[in-house]
């Protein structure tokens, strides 16, 4: 089955069975290894991707089943500027290890999307289902109302 795929603005012919998960489509068949496999079950948030601006698990998305344009972690920024939440990572120094990142930026974006002045309440009951065993919610957590803020000032 030929699906096309637009990711990250650029289309893709992709030939594969549509019950292969998007998150094989995109790290094996595309080449975007930013995008994480984790736990395999949607229960982790490190394979979160957008599809049409809403935060989805990729591993639990069968190819045949995507409508919409995708952005990965890769199609946030530029090579020339990070993604607001991108430098708020930076600054505040969140990735550990790094697994969780992409998926929980990934989430955080999807939030900020919606909502430009999430609480703290908000934030933590948005990115309640992305895990990081390194423990930097409250990095994360500062590093989302950064963001916000560099926002609301553009």
């Known amino acids: 089955m030929v699906t096309t795929l637009t990711v990250n603005g650029t289309s893709h012919q992709i030939d594969l069975p549509g019950d292969v998960p998007l998150l094989w489509v995109l790290r094996d068949a595309i080449g975007l290894t930013g995008t994480k496999y ?3 079950v949607a229960a982790c948030g490190a394979c979160t991707v957008h599809i049409d601006g809403q935060a ?11 409508s919409g344009d ?4 890769e199609g946030i920024g530029t090579p020339d500027a ?15 290890c790094g697994f969780c990142q992409s998926g929980q930026i990934m989430m955080a974006a ?8 999430p609480d703290d309440r908000e934030i933590d009951e948005t990115m ?3 895990l990081c065993r390194c423990g930097t919610y409250p990095r994360i957590r500062a590093a989302i109302h950064t963001a916000a803020e560099q926002l609301r000032k553009a």
Not at 56 to 66: F, I, N, T
Not at 70 to 73: E, G, S, W
């Open 38 to 40: 984790g736990c395999g």
């Open 56 to 66: 989805v698990r990729s591993c639990q998305v069968a190819l045949g089943d995507v």
């Open 70 to 73: 995708i952005t990965t972690i």
């Open 82 to 96: 990070m993604a607001a939440i991108q430098d708020a990572w930076v600054t505040h120094q969140v990735a550990q």
């Open 110 to 117: 999807a939030l900020l999307a919606q909502n430009p002045s």
């Open 128 to 130: 309640s289902g992305n």
